[in-house]
């Protein structure tokens, strides 16, 4: 047992610090405000550094990358907070084609998607389904050697900067909802796909996806008809790899140092010398430390060949759990002073705490809610009864 | 990296999980719990397979493993909260032998012949440690006076002062005690033994969640209410989920703890005292759940989970209070506070 980062993996953080040092700009940071965490710049640049494709599996024709490598190329995107949510796509997408698409798929989608050039979004989730995916009731049809599909879907963040979303349908309503289903990989230029802003509480936004008699060629079919729960069970796989999300509260909590080292008390005395704000800046630092545990020990498993499912889970709920408590920890430190935002040219650091905490609350639903992760270690990781309660 | 055991590793945590669970079943723990928290007989088997000085190097007389390979002995003496002062006695060990003890001292204590412990808080002005773990029964007790690492020889009071978790705790008189070290090594070579018994006993408290947990989980699917096994209540499920998620991240923080104190790390001390604090919060937090889940039960005295209840809290403890372990790590971490 040996939790030392191996030497080769240490050299790799050095290259991915200074890739970021020179590639990722505040001004990219300050622009994920309008709500799309995402830049092209950045996600060109890595991809040309061969990063995207590197970070999927070898066994499909991608990169593989070591997933010790992988982690830390994802730890320290988090903790330079670079903007990159369409990467994590992107590498989902590609593996996904390149294991259950066809021709069509794989020689024009997957290398667009592999060099930068085009983006994806996922199209899972509807406006009556979110939690029990497999209840998706937007529809397609076959209609000779074509597809017809309509129906909605919420939540399909960056449709209005992708290119493809990756559509997951109702193709046969009359057997039971995990049969039923079949993914398309639709361009989102297509004639009939409407796109409608979702915004959110925190910086972020979504959409709303609409699709009236979009018609579709087979070329476009992922996976076989009424398999689409196989190709879901690949995505999650898949996202298990690329999905960081481990490390959102180092920028808070330097954030609430920097503010308890400058910040004045009306006796005059520091923050920093409370002992009340030292107890949750070390509980919090803690936690992080929690979190880079779980992240290691994933990463290792994975690049041992041994599929990891349940430890995935429990890295994502810690990790967010504790994120949302931390933020509200901060927030509370700076009093009246931790509300004011990034237009208040008094704002600590822009608003840093203040944008986070109202950012938190989505990890814990976003890629799987709290509870359903809960379900998930409690039946496969104690082993108890399934509950319907 | 590897994140898993060794199968060396495995084999290990085989043999001694196999040793602890015949040896040191919740009987035996009751049966020491109506003496000074110590069963003797458990000890001499520990001794013959050589657990005692199983980290302390050949050429003081030990068995020459890794500070790892202990822990996974640690982590399945957790399990059974084993009544004997293996942490203690393990860590004092490679202490007097690197802090040039004397030769006979140090091979009597790494064979197990003699039980040694270390006393974590300060030496009154009258040279007495209040409370030393393993006081009870140690032979040897090392400590901290001022700046010299001091060790005691004395025969053992025998009688551990009543407390909550049944520890082997006693107030042990120091004041005769020899000065192994001075100075800068002394600090250094006390920094180092305080980082091992917090890395180790995280890995116990690891151990003890991970025992309390699969006895929650067995008893919450064999009990019945409202037709239904109790375990598959979804409040139910979500709070065992929790406890065993937070005990899990426990457990890798632990072992990432050893491995960075056995390699002499930078951030040995730091991860150590981290992986201690959380343990113990997790630890507790998942022996309150199962107490909880087995309802009246799990109050009586009869049910074992009681036992973990008051070790979990009970083994932070025995270094002070957990307040002053996060304020010297926010001294390391942040400064120290502004007078
Ligand atoms: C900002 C944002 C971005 C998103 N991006 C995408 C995206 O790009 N693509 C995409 O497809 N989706 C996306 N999602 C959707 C996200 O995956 C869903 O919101 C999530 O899966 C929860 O579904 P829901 O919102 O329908 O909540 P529901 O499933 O309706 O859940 C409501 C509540 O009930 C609880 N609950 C549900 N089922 C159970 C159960 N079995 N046991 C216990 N509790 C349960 C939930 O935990 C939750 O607390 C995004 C969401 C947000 C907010």
Known sequence: MDFTMPARAEDFRAEVQQFLAEHLTGEMIAATRDGTIHSPALHRAIADRGWLSGAVPAELGGGGMDPVDLCVLLEELQLHQAPADALGVAVVAVSMILEHGRDHLRSTVAPRLMSGEALACLGYSEPESGSDVAAARTRAVRDG????????????????VADYVLLLTRTDPDVPKHRGLTFFVVPLDTAGIEIQAVETMGNERSNATFYDDVVLGDEWRLGEVNDGWTVMKTALKYERGIAGGQFPSPPVIEAAVDWARRARRADGSRPIDDDEVRHKLMRAMIDVEVCRSFA????????EGAMFGVEGSMTKLFASESYKKHCAWFLDMMGAEGLLTHDDPGAHMDGLIEEHFRHAPVT?????????????????????????? | MRTRYSEDQQAVAEAFGDLFAREATPETVRAAEAGCGFDPGLWRKLVAAGAPG??????DGGGGASLVDLAVVVHEWGRRIAPV??????????????????????TAVSSGELIATLAPGPVGPDGTARLVPAGAVADVVAAKHGDNVVVARARPPGAARPNTADLPLADRDLSDAETLASGAAAAGAWDRALAEWKALMAVAYAGLAGEV??????????RHQFGVPVGSFQAVQHGLA?????????????????????????DGARLASMALLFGAESGRFATDRVLQYHGGYGYSAEYDVQLYYRRAAGWLLQLGEPAAEVARLADADLGPKAA
Not at chain 1, 146 to 159: C, H, P, Q, Y
Not at chain 2, 85 to 106: I, N, T
Not at chain 2, 242 to 266: P, Q
Request: a positive charge; hydrophobic letters at 45%; one cysteine or more.
């Open chain 1, 364 to 389: 814990a639903i976003y890629g799987g809610t709290s509870e359903i992760n809960r379900n998930l270690v409690a039946e496969g990781w104690l082993g108890l009864p399934r509950s319907r309660s």
């Open chain 2, 54 to 59: 199983m980290a302390v190097p050949v050429t």
């Open chain 2, 242 to 266: 929790d406890a065993s998620t937070r005990s899990e991240g426990a457990r890798l923080l632990a072992f990432r703890a050893v491995c960075a104190v056995d390699a002499g790390r930078a």
């Open chain 1, 296 to 303: 290691y020990h994933t990463a290792a498993l994975a690049s």
């Open chain 2, 213 to 222: 947990l699969a006895m929650g989980v067995a008893y919450t699917k064999q």
């Open chain 2, 85 to 106: 002062p293996l942490v203690e006695h393990a860590v004092c060990a490679r202490l007097l032998g690197s802090a040039g003890a004397q030769r006979e001292l140090v």
């Open chain 1, 145 to 160: 050697d074509r597809w017809v599909i309509n129906g909605s879907k919420m939540w399909t963040t960056l449709a209005h």
